[in-house]
């Protein structure tokens, strides 16, 4: 009886040590052998470009990147693949937001996505090689991949296109496949999982559970070794995004931040800075 009841009160002091063990693992970011950030001594990122889209200079197109460039912002932006592997520099994976068509890019070449324009104005939606034709290494990008299933196709090609290009860059995404694809085949190149708080932001719908509780709390880190965290700056008391950045002192990101307010009040919880609708001071 005395046997057992060790065994218990073993079991029962142990349990949660090795859990916690274990959990501490799984969102273990790379911590040895980080690449070089190069000169990304930017800490503020113009979102889809310096743009408004109200104005001639709507998100993702050439004027919001010269725009951004022109004032030494660094940019992120989205890449995605159209019907004929062209690589476009778009956000969403339909038109119906930006350009008011029923259409998935996707299901478009670009001569077709060329027909329409962005939020009315009289840009259309570029190619990957114009923007960094635009920018062309003047100030630093963050790249994220929108992949809408697990194929890695847009990494490669965008990888090649990356590899002739003068200038700093780093890549993330939501997709913990396409920063798995850049541990296994790229891995000096400073990668970055994006995340939020998905029920709380309201794009959980449709997905598993199971999925969206993982990616929330970086349980795919295990897997894809990042080497920062960008997470959504309304979620930033997250636990495992702050174990991540004060225990294993790991680059933290924040998106979006929409004012100067909400800058001052995340200023000590990010290192850089995704930001839109203002001028950083």
Known sequence: MFKKLGRLIRTIILAPIITGVAYLLAI?????NRPSMGSFTQKYFAHRGLHD?????????????????????GIELDVQLTKDKKVVVAHDF????????????????YKELKKYKIFDSDCTIPTFAQ?????????????????????TE??????EMLESYNGDYMIESFHPMAVYWYKKNRPNVFR???????????SAEGY?????????NLLFNFLIKPDFIAYDCRFYNNTSRNICMNLYKTTSVAWTIKSQKELEERRCD????????FIPN
């Open 28 to 32: 273990m970011p790379r911590i040895w």
């Open 53 to 73: 889209n109200s104005s001639d200079a709507p998100e993702n197109s050439l004027k919001a990147f010269k725009k951004a460039v022109d004032r030494g912002y």
């Open 94 to 109: 339909d038109l119906k937001r930006i350009c008011g068509v029923d259409k998935k890019i996707a299901d478009l070449t």
């Open 131 to 151: 923007v960094l034709e635009v920018v062309n290494g003047k100030v630093p990008l963050i790249i994220e991949y929108k992949m809408p299933s697990f194929n």
């Open 154 to 159: 847009v990494c490669e090609i965008v990888d």
């Open 192 to 202: 970055g999982i994006l995340s939020s708080d998905y029920k709380a932001d309201g």
């Open 208 to 216: 598993s559970p199971i999925v969206m509780s993982m990616s929330k």
């Open 270 to 277: 990010y290192d850089l800075f995704i930001f839109e609708g």
